[in-house]
Nanobody, 128 residues
Framework: QVRLVESGGDSVQAGGSLRLSCAAS????????MGWFRQAPGKEREKVAV????????YYADSVKGRFTISQYNAKNTVYLQMNSLKPEDSAMYYC?????????????????????WGQGTQVTVSS
């Protein structure tokens, strides 16, 4: 059974940094899209950053480009989200998601509902 476990959420001041981790267990697929989504109270779930673990292609939402970096551990079952220059508007519950895909998949084109596995979320709060 696939399980995604996030960690690293915290409360920080604006301008600070955090690194989120997502460890996937029970996942044998080499080719997959893994990514980070976030949802703030009263808002829709937003795609933040995704990575294709087989071809290393990445995608970032415009709101986080230049500040966030998604990366993966060599074992390809852990992804990280390095978040720098955090802003109050980055405050949200951050979720890790994963889905098996072939090497030709453009992960950024997938909708949230196309990700089959989700973690429980980790809270990020940025104060001004």
């Amino acid at each position: 059974q696939v399980r995604l476990v996030e960690s690293g959420g915290d409360s920080v001041q604006a301008g600070g940094s955090l690194r989120l981790s997502c460890a996937a267990s029970g996942y044998t697929s080499w080719w997959k899209c893994m990514g980070w989504f976030r949802q703030a109270p009263g808002k829709e779930r937003e795609k933040v950053a995704v990575i294709h673990t087989g071809v290393f292609s990445t995608y970032y939402a415009d709101s986080v480009k230049g500040r966030f970096t998604i990366s993966q551990y060599n074992a390809k079952n852990t992804v990280y989200l390095q978040m720098n220059s955090l802003k109050p508007e980055d405050s949200a519950m951050y979720y890790c998601a994963a889905t098996s895909r072939d090497q030709d998949t453009i992960c950024s084109s997938l909708l949230p509902e196309e990700y089959g596995y989700w973690g429980q979320g980790t809270q990020v709060t940025v104060s001004s």
